[in-house]
Nanobody, 124 residues
Framework: HLQLVESGGGVVQPGGSLRLSCAAS????????IGWFRQALGKEREGVSC????????KYAASVKGRFTIARDNAKNTVYLQMNSLKPEDTAIYYC?????????????????WGQGTQVTVSP
């Protein structure tokens, strides 16, 4: 069955970097558009970034553009989110998911259910 497992979160100071990983199994990876989403305490979940099945097209939320980079390794069924110049407002639980609508991936429904996510905390 469809499974995506997030890892790589942690505590970092403002201006620091983290790389998140999303390991996938249970579905045809080569056709999947994968997105990263985040949910801060008391706020709704929001789309952060997504990547096409080939890795050739990417999309970013305005709040992270220029600081975050999404990439995928299809040989390892893994998607990464490199996060640089982190800000306190990036603090959230980060989730990855296979999105249903690749053309509107940041707001799309997802296949399956949300995983446990990985906590990112940006604090002095």
């Amino acid at each position: 069955h469809l499974q995506l497992v997030e890892s790589g979160g942690g505590v970092v100071q403002p201006g620091g970097s983290l790389r998140l990983s999303c390991a996938a199994s249970g579905f045809t990876w080569v056709y999947a558009v994968i997105g990263w989403f985040r949910q801060a305490l008391g706020k709704e979940r929001e789309g952060v970034s997504c990547i096409s099945s080939s890795g050739g097209r990417t999309k970013y939320a305005a709040s992270v553009k220029g600081r975050f980079t999404i990439a995928r390794d299809n040989a390892k069924n893994t998607v990464y989110l490199q996060m640089n110049s982190l800000k306190p407002e990036d603090t959230a639980i980060y989730y990855c998911a296979r999105v249903v609508d690749g053309s509107r991936c940041l707001t799309s429904l997802i296949f399956g259910s949300w995983g446990q996510g990985t906590q990112v905390t940006v604090s002095p």
